[in-house]
């Protein structure tokens, strides 16, 4: 399910219960004006919380540390839970949990390699991803310098 904004609190319970994916568009809200999804009350409720773009012409957003930073500011989640929804709960809503979305043996090598000190800067760098990244590499391959 994605978006939330309006979410009942019957529907964190359900959401939580079924085991689905609560898949939070944190520029949507903003762009939009909108009251953030409740992602505290999903977490702190066992819901399995994923973060994404909404790449489209309200919400003209593809860049996911600035997604991640949204998602710190207006939805207060914390930097590691903001990583781990951008990344293995992603993974994990769209069917790929088990190869994709986490730097393991046995899984797909695709990750970032920064230049920074350490990686909350991806966050913390406002709009600044084409600075901090040094690398992106894709099914263990450089694709993009």
């Known amino acids: ?7 009942s609190d019957e529907g964190i319970c359900l959401m939580s219960s ?8 944190p520029s949507t809200a903003f762009i939009l ?11 702190e409720n066992g819901v399995i919380v994923a973060l994404g773009s909404d790449f489209n012409p309200n ?3 593809f860049a996911m ?4 930073h949204f998602a710190c500011v207006t939805m207060k989640l914390s930097m590691p839970e903001a990583l781990t929804a951008a990344t293995l709960n992603s993974a994990h809503s769209i069917g790929r949990g088990k190869t994709h979305g986490a ?8 990750f970032v ?19 901090v ?9 450089v694709v993009e310098v």
């Open 33 to 43: 004006r909108l009251t953030p999804p409740p992602a505290r009350k999903l977490i």
């Open 59 to 61: 919400a003209y957003c």
């Open 18 to 25: 079924s085991g689905s994916v609560a898949v939070l568009l």
């Open 113 to 131: 390699i920064l230049s920074a000190n350490s990686w909350e800067h991806i966050i913390y760098r406002i709009a600044a991803h084409n600075d």
């Open 103 to 110: 730097i393991a043996k046995g899984r797909n090598a695709d």
């Open 65 to 68: 540390p600035m997604i991640m």
């Open 133 to 141: 990244i040094r690398h992106v590499i894709k099914n263990g391959n």
């Open 1 to 7: 399910m994605s978006h939330l904004e309006e979410i």
